[in-house]
């Protein structure tokens, strides 16, 4: 990845040899924000990315996320049956420009895990749900 750097003279950032793209904008740049370990090319991008990391950002859009999940599968149940006690859980999330990604999954044993996309464009989420239908050891050969 990032071979040699130089130093800058603002706290926290260094010269990368190897220019990258800014995960904010787009941008090309060499300014590597070495608390996030990211290209960040400006002070405008640097605050539209640590925006959701501050305060309460991000813990509303994983809230938000949880509350989709919990009302899908609310939705789903069977009325004929007790509605069961369960947990839900984010397995893994990450934040890509004004996007998010989520994958979810709860305490009960359905196989189930669900996929849920932020699109901070057009301020919608996508969710996609899958089932696990098997799961195999595959040896691997060297």
């Not at 706290?11 to 290209?39: H, I, L, S």
């Not at 813990?59 to 839900?88: G, Q």
């Not at 057009?122 to 098997?134: A, F, M």
């Amino acid at each position: 990845m990032l071979v040699a750097y130089v130093p800058r003279k603002e706290d926290n950032y260094f010269e990368a040899d190897k220019e990258g793209v800014c995960v904010v904008c787009g941008k090309p740049t060499n300014r590597v924000e070495m608390n996030y370990e990211a290209y960040i090319c400006s002070d405008e991008c640097e605050q539209e990315f640590i925006r959701p990391l501050k305060g309460k950002s991000s813990m509303n859009k994983d809230n938000r996320a949880l509350e989709i999940i919990e009302n899908y599968m609310y939705d789903h149940f069977d009325p004929t049956d007790e509605t069961p006690h369960f947990s839900l859980f984010i397995v893994w999330k990450a934040k890509i420009l004004k996007n998010w990604k989520y994958l979810i999954s709860s305490t009960i044993p359905d196989g189930k895990y669900y996929e849920l996309t932020f699109n901070g464009d057009n301020n919608e989420w996508y969710l996609d749900v899958y089932v696990k239908l098997e799961n195999k050891v595959i040896p691997d050969e060297v």
